[in-house]
């Protein structure tokens, strides 16, 4: 499985933007240097979790800044942990929601289920906080 490069990219500078060991980063997760910035190249999905993980450790935030709150390190296993033991998608999705309005405040979540159809909204409380991923700036 494969991730396109705007996702590494966006990561690598983001980690730069904080002061964070980009380059580091990249040579923990094998990634050359040489990958950054060009459209259309792929990463692995495992390579890019490793860059993910390590601004996660560093910034000790799952939001990775880019939010009005910090999501505490360790939110996205715990709620795993949790979703997991739902009898239905219903349920675990609803037990997501749940389990994000107690540890942040960062998006408001609501799942609108019509007969066979579900769709579940994210909105951005603090939207200008990542203004490249905010859907009123987007183009």
């Known amino acids: 499985m494969t991730a396109a490069n705007y996702y590494i990219s966006r990561f690598y500078h983001l980690a730069k933007r904080f002061g964070l060991d980009a380059d580091g980063l990249l040579q923990a997760a094998d990634i050359g240097l040489e990958t950054i910035d060009v459209p259309g190249s792929r990463v692995s999905a495992e390579k890019l979790a490793v860059v993910l993980v390590g601004i996660w450790d560093a910034l000790e935030d799952e939001a990775m800044s880019l939010s009005g709150s910090k999501i505490p390190r360790g939110s996205f296993v ?10 239905d998608l219903r349920g675990a999705i609803n037990q997501f929601i749940r389990f994000y309005s107690m540890v942040t405040n960062t998006y408001s979540m609501s799942i609108r289920i019509e007969g066979s159809k579900a769709q579940l909204t994210f909105e951005m409380n603090y939207p200008d906080v990542d203004d490249e991923h905010s859907p009123a700036k987007s183009t």
């Open 78 to 87: 715990h709620d795993g942990k949790l979703t997991v033991h739902e009898t």
